[in-house]
């Protein structure tokens, strides 16, 4: 049999080409989404960014009995893994991750609204971006997550100056700083408030992260420990918590 008799469809076929290629992102999407038919009409709406959906969905599965904070896990934290994941595969681009955030963000508001009790937040965390940098995505979605999983955010916003990033330090006294930087230009400020921070005798992780610095920059400064992943702010938060010092953090948030 020589390469002329072979039929080009039945190797696409075979292969599932065709099936790849026709693929939207609300496919890929669909396959993620859980089957519960309360749930998937939130996961879906957070997917698709719409604030209001995700409210009216929220409010139906409210009132067929699920509880409202249960819901920011069981709900709004599996639509927004939906989104993480799709962008990690490059599928759906950060435009798209911003507006899944508000919606997941808004929620979160309206989940805390509705409950008896409010939840009892599980640490105070304060986030900032680099001094010089106007970049405020990667810091956003990194509130919005941390948000989403039961810690109080302290949102300094962008182009922070040093001296602030420490006034907010000692007067929040968190149990983590987050600080992101796109622009290389703007990283050694990183350096700055580690440096302030441990001259005012503030042992506190300071997790760092963005497109400007990497794993060896990080390393060469005391408090540092490098998030590569937006994701990872919530899982050192939670190993906070557990009981990791910054050697542990460091060791096991270590990117080789």
């Known amino acids: 049999?020589?390469?002329?008799?072979?039929?080009?469809?039945?190797?696409?076929?075979?292969?599932?080409?065709?099936?790849?290629?026709?693929?939207?992102?609300?496919?890929?999407a669909a396959e993620l989404y859980p089957k519960d038919d309360l749930i998937r009409p939130i996961a879906e709406s957070i997917y698709e960014g719409e604030e209001d959906d995700t409210v009216e969905g929220l409010k139906k599965a409210i009132k067929a009995g699920k509880d409202p904070i249960a819901l920011i896990?069981?709900?709004?934290?599996?639509?927004?893994?939906?989104?993480?994941?799709?962008?990690?595969?490059?599928?759906?681009?950060?435009?798209?991750?911003?507006?899944?955030?508000?919606?997941?963000?808004?929620?979160?508001d309206f989940c805390k609204s509705q409950a008896k009790e409010p939840p009892v937040s599980k640490g105070k965390i304060v986030c900032h971006v680099a001094e010089g940098d106007v970049h405020d995505i990667g810091k956003s979605i990194v509130s919005a997550l941390l948000r989403a999983n039961g810690f109080d955010v302290v949102d300094l916003g962008r182009d922070v100056p040093v001296d602030e990033v420490i006034e907010a330090v000692k007067k929040e006294k968190p149990?983590?700083?987050?600080?992101?930087?796109?622009?290389?230009?703007?990283?050694y400020a990183f350096k700055a408030v580690n440096d302030r921070l441990l001259e005012a005798g503030i042992k506190v992780p300071f997790q760092c992260g963005g497109g400007a610095v990497n794993q060896d920059f990080v390393s060469t400064y005391e408090l540092g420990v490098y998030g590569e992943e937006a994701a990872d702010a919530p899982k050192m938060a939670e190993a906070i918590l557990a009981g990791a010092d910054l050697g542990k953090l460091k060791e096991q948030f270590h990117q080789h």
């Open 73 to 108: 896990d069981d709900a709004l934290m599996v639509g927004m893994g939906v989104v993480t994941k799709l962008y990690d595969e490059g599928i759906i681009f950060l435009p798209n991750v911003m507006m899944s955030a508000d919606a997941m963000l808004d929620g979160i």
């Open 1 to 28: 049999m020589t390469s002329l008799d072979l039929d080009p469809s039945e190797i696409l076929e075979r292969y599932n080409v065709k099936m790849e290629k026709a693929m939207t992102p609300d496919d890929a």
């Open 175 to 187: 149990m983590m700083v987050t600080g992101t930087a796109l622009m290389t230009t703007t990283m």
